[in-house]
Nanobody
Framework: QVQLVESGGGLVQAGGSLRLSCAAS?????IAWFRQAPGKEREFVAS??????YYADSVKGRLTISRDNAKNTVDLQMNSLKPEDTAVYYC???????????????WGQGTQVTVSS
């Protein structure tokens, strides 16, 4: 069993930055960030899988995922934020690199990110 705890969400103006952090209680191959806006499906944002990093096209160049194996944390640095980035952001852990929510076994409780225009 892996427990995930997210932190770092909040309210920011468009063009601003936020840094999310996910602390994991155990080791997994892949840790990803997903997000879900009201009335929309949960969507993939970024993942750290082994030595590889993957990003959704909508966030490339603005969001950066980083992993600290010593601390067992995965951070998501979010720059140049847009109102359409507003969502609940979830940390997820799984056994392989994947972009679908069903491929992940463990989930955090989520943290709200709100970007005002």
């Amino acid at each position: 069993q892996v427990q995930l705890v997210e932190s770092g969400g909040g309210l920011v103006q468009a063009g601003g930055s936020l840094r999310l952090s996910c602390a994991a209680s155990g080791r997994t191959f892949s840790i990803a960030w997903f997000r879900q806006a009201p009335g929309k499906e949960r969507e993939f944002v970024a993942s750290s899988s082994g030595i590889n990093r993957y990003y959704a096209d909508s966030v490339k160049g603005r969001l950066t995922i980083s992993r600290d194996n010593a601390k067992n944390t995965v951070d998501l640095q979010m720059n140049s934020l847009k109102p359409e980035d507003t969502a609940v952001y979830y940390c997820a852990a799984g056994r392989k690199a994947a972009t679908l929510p069903r491929e992940y076994d463990y989930w955090g409780q989520g943290t709200q990110v709100t970007v005002s225009s």
